[in-house]
């Protein structure tokens, strides 16, 4: 069974940066799709950055130049680096993973293993 977790976010006033971390558990399969998500209060879940097992990545166009998604395989941990943070960007970021077929597919995948979220808040 696949487990994530995330961890390091925190408060930080516009202009800083963090770096999340998702910790994967039991993710075995060679093609799979991962991602970073968030969701602000009263507004909808988004996605912020993907990653594909072939190495592909994908940002929203209003991270794009600010974040950076990457995953460690020696240490099975997806990361995800944010720089000149908005106050916009204050949200709860969820770090989610798809098994697929196709790495070819993550564009279009239905996310199904999520983890618990990490709370990011940025002041202006």
């Known amino acids: 069974q696949v487990r994530l977790v995330e961890s390091g976010g925190g408060s930080v006033q516009a202009g800083g940066s963090l770096r999340l971390s998702c910790a994967v558990s039991?993710?075995?399969?060679?093609?799979?799709?991962m991602g970073w998500f968030r969701q602000a209060p009263g507004k909808e879940r988004e996605e912020v950055a993907r990653?594909?097992?072939?190495?592909?990545?994908s940002y929203r166009d209003s991270v794009k130049g600010r974040f950076t998604i990457s995953k460690d395989n020696a240490k099975n941990t997806l990361h995800l680096e944010m720089n000149i943070l908005r106050p916009e960007d204050t949200a709860m970021y969820y770090c989610?993973?798809?098994?697929?077929?196709?790495?070819?597919?993550?564009?279009?995948?239905?996310?199904?293993?999520w983890g618990q979220g990490t709370q990011v808040t940025v002041s202006s």
């Open positions: 989610a993973a798809a098994i697929v077929i196709w790495a070819s597919d993550c564009p279009r995948v239905d996310y199904n293993i």
């Open positions: 039991g993710l075995t399969a060679s093609r799979y799709c």
């Open positions: 990653l594909g097992s072939d190495g592909r990545t």
